[in-house]
């Protein structure tokens, strides 16, 4: 039977949300995150923005360059959460066999679902504009990797001061044919390294890709050259996950000037910590593996982690082993720009100490 996927994805997700909060902003250029002032990021911006230049991850400062009149909003995470939850919960409805790739993406699966698969996307996209009010974009395919790759091929193609709300299709047989033109990078697999090898071999399209012997990319990229030739057929057999195992939970932050004092340093790490600990007790979860991150002034970053005797969910236990992490890689008076904590090899229960293990 032909697979029928669907790639949702929420048009600029925050900024739509803050527009419904407060609907003076759209069609203005506005973007969601940090100040500048205290090194914030871009985490979503409007599309009115987009056309300055400005796009998610770049300073915050760097933004402004771009766009002088940018408006800035702060983030509130739990708002978008709580749309992000009932988004899925809309897809859950159209088909129990979906993938949450990110807090606005997902992957659903809609082959045993009786309507044409553009049906389905269309109910689906009017479900969410009209329930929840917010834009969303869909790309329909046989496969994962096309459904992604229309969607975002969709999306660009609708340019404008307002989000596109697109749905784009690729109907069954036609995945070669629809990934021709593009450049390689659009494909799975293909980083900065394997786009500058392939330029070097005046291989610049999917296309061109699709015509290099696969015994020449195996040669050249050894196991990954044969996902190549595969995905640049339109070949994609990677299932819809329904389910996806929760591996760690981290706090971090970068300070707004960069820290030399031990006890801020210090307090920091236990705010983490408890935000950790309530998460992971929230969950029903014990931790295993303490890790800290610490990044110094010149951008080099270090990981350090340790390993509990015993899964924990307590506050005090994550700190003072991320305390000690810590205290074993800064030296008095060193500056630190970027501080975090994470937990990791999670499980659901924890095994109790024996009375001859309490006694050694």
Not at 326 to 347: C, M, N, P, T, Y
């Amino acid at each position: 039977m032909t697979r029928k996927i669907l790639h949702l994805d929420l048009d600029a997700f925050f900024c739509a949300v803050e527009e419904l909060k407060n609907p003076a902003l759209a069609g203005k250029p506005f973007a969601v995150g940090g100040r500048p002032q205290e090194r914030g990021v871009v985490a979503s911006c409007s599309y009115a923005a987009r056309k300055f230049g400005v796009h998610s991850a770049m300073p915050m400062a760097r933004a402004l360059r771009l766009c002088p009149g940018l408006i800035i909003i702060p983030s509130f995470h739990a708002e978008y959460t709580s749309y992000s939850v009932q988004m899925l919960g809309i897809v859950g409805e159209v088909s129990p066999v979906f993938e949450q790739v990110s807090i606005d993406e997902a992957f659903v699966d809609v082959t045993e679902i009786p309507p044409p698969a553009h049906q389905t996307a269309e109910r689906l996209q009017q479900r969410i504009n009209q329930e929840l009010h917010l834009p969303c974009s869909i790309g329909v395919a046989e496969n994962k990797l096309v459904a992604k790759i229309a969607n975002d091929v969709g999306k660009a193609a609708a340019r404008g001061d307002h989000p596109p709300n697109t749905i784009t299709v690729v109907t069954p047989g036609q995945a070669a044919v629809f990934l021709a033109p593009l450049p390689v990078e659009r494909l799975w697999g293909v980083g900065p390294k394997t786009a500058e090898r392939l330029h070097e071999l005046n291989v610049t399209t999917i296309g061109e890709l699709a015509q290099v012997p696969v015994k020449d990319l195996i040669r050249l990229f050894g196991k990954n050259g044969q996902l190549l030739a595969l995905h640049a057929q339109g070949v994609d057999d990677s299932p819809v996950i329904t389910t996806r195992e929760m591996k760690s939970i981290s706090q971090e932050v970068t300070f707004a000037r960069d820290v030399r004092d031990y006890r801020q340093i210090a307090a920091t790490l236990r705010d983490q910590s408890i935000q950790i600990g309530e998460r992971l007790r929230e969950l029903g979860l014990y931790g295993k593996t303490v890790k800290i991150k610490v990044r110094w002034p010149n951008f080099t970053t270090l990981t350090r982690q340790l390993t509990l005797t015993l899964p924990t969910d307590q506050d005090e236990e994550i700190y003072q082993s991320a305390l000690k992490l810590f205290s074993r890689v800064w030296q008095e008076g060193k500056a630190v720009r970027l501080i975090g904590v994470g937990v990791s090899d999670l499980q659901d229960s924890v095994r109790q100490m024996s009375l001859w293990e309490i006694e050694r």
